[in-house]
């Protein structure tokens, strides 16, 4: 009896003890509180651990890139002996088969093995989902950034942001490796189309929409990247050396970083690449004081693919693995995406802690700071996701995805022959007629694009979008073979129009370098073959950058429609422009050039006695109908000016039109911009309809940052007459 009553007695103390969650456990406590109890409670093999993130084929079948079944002795291997507390999927790394049960599957699987670690820290999981949950087949697809900064629209990338961040979550993901926050400063740069184009304030904007969608519903950390410079591309290359004065770094490229910050960004990537001969990895100046003392970011800094390597292995300036450890942790650097090699990670950094290279303090900042990432993910109560809602986001949001498409298509040139009035042949042809591949761009399912037709993604092509949505009456016909240039004469010489869609071929980072921005030899002959046929013709274009064409281009087509990298629903979206269903109003968010050798090129240059031309001015875009511009009005307020006008649809066909506002600045001691972008709008009207609008000006857009050469100081808004150009009209404000 007593041994019974003893028995139950361990039992009831045993029960109360298990259900009696751990301060770090229990939702109830205070943030700060929990993540200190836990941080006090790891050896520092875990607090490593936790700074660690591993790409998750190191995880799957034999090798590091194999995509074989979630392989038991890497799972201990990572998971357990390492503590990796963080795993992402790099480009195309996909469960086999991809859909998204098989992710909820595969997310809640890698879960439940970290689960079951010594104190239950739940894995925080991030991928790429640049442009809609982009690895994972059956999400849908968006148009990339620089489409949709073409759109000139922050709600409409914000509402994307909050679907995508839905769909991130429901397979078990958590971290979004986006949005990139660097200018896209030159066209010949592979990464140029993940941007939202050369303008620092548009980009501002949009970066700071994506952020606030991504993170509305608290579920998913966004990450601002990369960290700072990338954008400059100088020579064009991905990841070349980049030479930013300070001042350009401060009014041109910090701005979408402190707005992303601002916007409550929970992470933030560091740039691979190096700026004024420092690589940014080993910057404390630039992860540190500016990126913490400055911009006031508190979340974590995770590394870019390997780049604590590179250190030693690119741009040589650490000897050892253990040195470029040593520099990057201590440049401010939290979390490494090792991506492959866990083990020397975590040995090196644990050696340097030993040996009191690197203090254990520093580690204990990084760690906690992830510690509070994923409590304020809520990961330690709600870890896993269901196969039901993973597969709820298949099929979802096609009309946004068409929406958003069709909002991006920026109509370079038309002589009239769009829209289509009725034609009673179409005739299409061209290599990104009927091929999604071209239509999405990298950063789809594959890292470099889709590569195979097993795995293709639901979409709509150019072909297929023009005959669904073709008027009674209208035959659309696909010549698919175009090799025969007679032939090709002979099809365009029976229709009524003839669409041609070129493009570039998916490509993602420096893969994507071009020296050209040409697009093969051969597209250009069937615009040549179908103009001189007399048929009238339309040129639509996927791709991620302007592209320079021989002048008889230009002449040949009769309209030439920008579509960008617009996803999924690209085709639909063309067909709804092309036919006039959707009044194009996307203006570029870069300067086309005339030639490759103009490069580098922004619109925003500085006085000089030679002003460079591009083809098409920054904020080109053309309408099916007319707006006119009322009186403009200025007034000063205390912090803003505001300024009013009236926006008239003087033409047949309702339609929305994008306002820019472009200052130039009175002289002043240090040179500025003759025009700099400072405030813009975009308003839908009716035929015949006029709107009152305001935009408002923060005066601070106005500022310069004032010093001689190497002047490092925060900008200053100096008083005088400036003026504010929209459309055209001029108006000025004295800044007392
Ligand atoms: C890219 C990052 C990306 C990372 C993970 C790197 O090569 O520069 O933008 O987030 O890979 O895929
Ligand atoms: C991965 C990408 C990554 C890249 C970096 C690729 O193999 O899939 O996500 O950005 O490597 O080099």
Redesign the pocket.
Known sequence: MAVISTCVMVWLVLTYAWAQPLPYQDPTQPLAARVADLLGRMTLAEKVGQMTQV?VTRLMGRGEWDRGPLNEYWLRRILIDNHVGSL????G?APVPNHPAAWAEFTNTLQRYALDSRLGIPLIY???A?HGHNNVVGATIYPHNIGLAAAWDPALVEEIAVRTARDVRATGIHWN??P?ADLGRDPRWG?FY?TFGEDPLLASELVAASVRGLQAEGRIAA?V??FIG?GQASTGLDRAPTFIPPRTLRDTHLPPFAAGIQAGALTV?AN?GSVNAVPVHASHYLLTEVLRGELGFTGVVVS???DIEKLVTVHRVAATFADAVAMSINAGVDMY?V?HDADSFTRTLIELVEDGVVTEARIDEAVTRILTLKMTLGLFEDPFTTAAEATGIVEVDRDLARRAAAASITLLENDGTLPLESPATILVMGPAAADLAMQMGGWTIG?QGIESRAEMPPGVTVVQGLQASAAEGVTVKHLQDTRDTAAVRAAADEADVVVVVLGEAPYA?GYGDSTSLALPAEQLTLVRTAAASGTPVVVVLFAGRPLVFPEDFWQAANAVVMAYLPGSEGGTAVADVLYGTHNPAGRLPFAWPRSVGQLPLTYDALPGPQTPEPLLPFGHGLSYTRFTLGRVEAELTSGAIALHFEVANTGERSGSKVVPVFLERPPLPVMAPVRQLVGFTRVTLNPGERQRLTINIPLKRLSVVLGDVLSDTAPTVLPGVYTLHVEGVGVRVTVP
């Open positions: 790409n992402l999927s790099g480009g790394a991030g991928t790429d640049v490796f986006a990139v990464r993940e990450t990247k990369h990338y990537m691979s870019d693919w390997n995406m991506p890292w980072e």
